[in-house]
């Protein structure tokens, strides 16, 4: 299994990114899809989930309204649309996915809010 997130750097406050996960060794289409996020100092925190047909989705309440979990079942890909990014956003997001009772996460990608 391989997870490698991307799309991740600086940008204002306001802005907008998209985060892609790219995944393999697994069928992508058979499993839920996760990012966390984790700032400096503070314990790693679920942000958004995906069902396995991408018709389920959940979110921290701290990113509702402003952050859209995706996936293509066909690219074997899962995105994080976010938009009106705040200083607070900032931290290293990483997508994870459970498969077959195993915990798997990719290397991570930067996020930075700053004006």
């Known amino acids: 299994v391989q997870i490698v997130e991307s799309g991740g750097g600086l940008v204002q406050p306001g802005g907008s990114l998209r985060l892609s996960c790219a995944a393999s060794?697994?069928?992508?289409?058979?499993?839920?899809m996760n990012w966390f996020r984790q700032a400096p100092g503070k314990a790693r925190e679920l942000v958004a989930s995906?069902?396995?047909?991408?018709?389920?989705?959940n979110y921290a309440d701290s990113v509702k309204g402003r952050f859209t979990i995706s996936r293509d079942n066909s690219k074997n890909t899962a995105f994080l649309q976010m938009n009106s990014l705040k200083f607070e956003d900032t931290a290293a997001y990483y997508c994870?996915?459970?498969?077959?009772?195993?915990?798997?996460w990719g290397q991570g990608t930067q996020v930075t809010v700053s004006s």
């Open positions: 995906i069902s396995s047909s991408g018709g389920s989705t």
């Open positions: 060794g697994f069928t992508f289409s058979s499993y839920g």
């Open positions: 994870n996915a459970w498969v077959r009772l195993v915990n798997y």
